[in-house]
Nanobody, 125 residues
Framework: QVQPVESGGGLVQAGGSLRVSCAASGRTFRGYTMGWFRQASGQDREWVGAINWSSDGTYYADSVKGRFTISRDAAKNTVYLQMNSLKPEDTAVYYC??????????????????WGQGTQVTVSS
């Protein structure tokens, strides 16, 4: 089974940029949909966006559309979340998740069986 592993979180000032990565451990991401979620302290987990590995199609939550970009590098078996124009409210633990069969339910966390450990992103004002 596939095991996502995130990296690249950190501290950035408001208005800045940061890129987090999600690498595959165990097997390739080929055939999976990769989702990005985030969870701020004391809040529910929130869907950020997703990429279909096969079609390269991307999908975003309204809260990040136009600021965040999801991409993949097949050779490196890695998915990226590029975050621009960051705001303090983007502060959260960011998780990468994988699902083989979603049927279009990109934002439904319960449909993703494989999760990474998360990486902290902190945006200071």
């Amino acid at each position: 089974q596939v095991q996502p592993v995130e990296s690249g979180g950190g501290l950035v000032q408001a208005g800045g940029s940061l890129r987090v990565s999600c690498a595959a451990s165990g097997r390739t991401f080929r055939g999976y949909t990769m989702g990005w979620f985030r969870q701020a302290s004391g809040q529910d987990r929130e869907w950020v966006g997703a990429i279909n590995w096969s079609s390269d199609g991307t999908y975003y939550a309204d809260s990040v559309k136009g600021r965040f970009t999801i991409s993949r590098d097949a050779a490196k078996n890695t998915v990226y979340l590029q975050m621009n124009s960051l705001k303090p409210e983007d502060t959260a633990v960011y998780y990468c998740a994988a699902a083989a069969r979603l049927g279009g339910w990109y934002g439904d966390a319960a449909r993703y069986p494989y999760w990474g450990q998360g990486t902290q992103v902190t945006v200071s004002s």
